[in-house]
Structure formats: structure tokens, C-alpha cells
């Protein structure tokens, strides 16, 4: 009997894959493997008998990975299960963020009360909400993942001029990639460059801060930059300092925090960029299948901590899986 500790709420469609074999609650004790969305594990004691953790998500910075090297123990994610849910937000970021939609809606809000007179004030009041179609703009992507490739393809789709950036771009990815995307080679073009900036790179040491003063100060007067990756991609007192003096018109980040808020400029969405059922169902059951295919056979795919390992299902007694650090 094999124990998982499942640390938020997930899907059913996931969670009912583990069979008779299993027990599977938030309250196990010395769990096999643990099932984490967005929990922050960073404080947990990691008993001696786990074996592996599945995030159904992409991003693992919620998980303690380093600990986990250390204890042998198989950190999985979902890369791609919730792409097209992400992509579909960063679409949304982009038109909201270029006509004006937020402020407009406050500002409809204001009438309440006006009865008949709506109409009158509608057509005499939104001038002031005039804004650029995206069409024809240069779109720059920091990082051509599972949600990079479909931001950028749906763009090209939009007619933006797009210009992808990815030094570490696989070669699944590649191929999907529209040929129609300017392959840039330094980063430092798509600052100089683009109308709008959308990152989606996973926030490592390496990438922490990447957005910082100095790369703000490269960028177009006017620049939009969307972030449906992480918060601390982001220096924010410099994301900030810039949307005050103008040289960011708009934020758009799916992270909200209190000084992010009540920042003009800003248009703070609550972490909803994996929240649809499509994707919450693909996650869980992507992470599920993880789990149960490690847990039984030893097989590993889509793990951030080890190289992938497929030797199809256990047909024998049990099988033996020697992890090296
Ligand atoms: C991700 O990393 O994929 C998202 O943060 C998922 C989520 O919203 O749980």
C-alpha cells in the first residue's frame, strides 16, 4: 500500500487514478509521495520514507528541490498542462493592457445612478479611454516553454510582429515555434525593441530580479510588460519607480502583493493563470500518473531534478531503482 499526502485541493480526475493500492489524504503520515499545487512546502519535514513529490503546475519554487536532491527524492511538474489556459490569460493581459479596459470599467462604475443619462455621458466620456490595437506592435517572449511557444504563435495570429528569445529553447519546442517569429539572440534587443514584453521563464537564482532598473532603463518610453510567470522575475521597487515616472505604461502580473495593488498603471490579476477546470484537470492528471508510474515502475518523466528513466510497465515481482546524487 503505497501512502500520497496531497497538500491542496486537486482534481478528481487526477486523484481517482490512485486506485485500491493507495491511501491518499491531506492527513497521511510518512507518505511515499506527496501532490502539491501551490502549498509552500519550504517548511515541512521531508519524512525519511518520501520518494517522490508531483506538482501539478509548472513552476516548483514552492518545493524545497535542493533538500530533495539531497534525499533522493523525484520532484515531477506538468510542463504544458496548463499552457493553454496560461496563454489565454497573457492574450487577455495584452488587450487589457492596451485599451484601457481596467479604467473603463471603474470609470462605467461611477455612473450608478445617472438612469437615462448613461447613454450621453457613455458617448462624451470615452474619449479618455481611447488605446492602440495590438496589431502591427512588436510583441518580445523571454523564454519559448510550453506557455512561450502558444503566447507567441497566438500573437503572430493577432498580427503582432513577434520576437522570441530562449537560449535554452528544446528542440520539441522549436518545432513548434511560427516560423514567422524573429529568433533574437540577446536579450538586451527585445528591451531596446519591443511595444510589449511577456516573460516566461521559471524564476531560478539566474533569473530572479531579471527585470531589474537596468534592464527597465533600455526599454521603449511607453513599454507594457506582462508577467503570468513569477513575482520576483520582477525587482518591483524598479517595476514601480518606472510605472510612476511613466517609462512603463502598464504592468500587467498575474502576482499580486500590496505595493504591486495600488500602483497606477498596474493591472494585478489574482495568480489566475492556471485557473480553469481544463487545466486544473490536465495538471492532476498529469501529476497523478507521475506519481503512480515512480512509485510502481520506477519510471521518470518530467522531473526537475532527474534525467527521465522509461522502462515501460514492472511485469516482475518488484523492481529495484538506484538513485545516484
Ligand atoms: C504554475 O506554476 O504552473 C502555476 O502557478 C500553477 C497554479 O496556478 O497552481
Not at 517609462?247 to 490579476?269: E, L, Q
Request: hydrophobic share 40%; charged share 25%.
Amino acid at each position: 500500500m503505497y501512502k500520497i499526502l496531497c497538500l491542496n485541493k486537486i482534481s478528481p480526475v487526477g486523484t481517482k487514478r490512485f486506485g485500491e493500492k493507495y491511501t491518499f489524504s491531506p492527513e497521511v503520515q510518512e507518505p511515499d509521495g506527496i501532490l502539491v499545487r501551490s502549498a509552500s512546502m519550504h517548511d515541512m519535514e521531508l519524512g525519511e520514507n518520501l520518494l517522490a513529490i508531483a506538482r501539478a503546475g509548472a513552476g516548483v519554487n514552492n518545493i524545497p528541490v535542493n533538500q530533495c536532491i539531497e534525499n533522493g527524492v523525484v520532484v515531477f511538474n506538468t510542463p504544458g498542462a496548463n499552457a493553454n489556459a496560461v496563454k489565454e490569460l497573457v492574450i487577455a493581459g495584452l488587450l487589457l493592457s492596451s485599451r484601457k479596459i481596467p479604467a473603463a470599467m471603474d470609470w462605467i462604475k461611477t455612473l450608478k445612478g445617472k438612469g437615462d443619462e448613461v447613454g450621453k455621458l457613455v458617448e462624451k466620456g470615452k474619449s479618455q479611454f481611447v488605446g492602440p490595437e495590438i496589431s502591427g506592435k512588436m510583441l518580445g517572449v523571454i523564454g519559448l516553454g510550453a506557455i512561450g511557444v502558444l503566447v507567441a504563435n497566438a500573437a503572430v495570429n493577432l498580427d503582432m510582429e513577434v520576437y522570441g528569445y530562449d537560449p535554452y529553447i528544446s528542440v520539441d519546442g522549436a518545432w513548434k515555434l511560427s516560423r514567422d517569429i524573429h529568433h533574437i539572440q540577446d536579450v538586451n534587443d527585445i528591451y531596446r525593441e519591443c511595444d510589449y514584453i511577456t516573460i516566461h521563464v521559471p524564476l531560478l537564482d539566474s533569473t530572479k530580479e531579471m527585470i531589474n532598473a537596468d534592464a527597465l532603463n533600455q526599454m521603449k518610453d511607453g513599454v507594457v510588460i506582462l508577467n503570468f510567470a513569477r513575482d520576483l522575475l520582477v525587482d518591483e521597487k524598479a517595476m514601480i519607480d518606472a510605472l510612476n515616472q511613466g517609462k512603463v505604461k502598464r504592468y500587467v502580473v498575474d502576482f499580486p502583493t500590496p505595493a504591486i495593488a495600488k500602483t497606477p498603471g498596474a493591472i494585478v490579476i489574482p495568480h489566475l493563470g492556471a485557473s480553469t477546470q481544463e487545466s486544473e484537470d490536465n495538471c492532476a492528471r498529469m501529476a497523478a500518473e507521475e506519481l503512480i508510474d515512480y512509485l510502481e515502475n520506477g519510471n521518470i518523466r518530467h522531473s526537475v531534478n532527474y534525467p527521465d528513466c522509461e522502462m515501460g510497465v514492472c511485469q516482475e515481482a518488484c523492481r529495484i531503482a538506484i538513485n545516484h546524487r
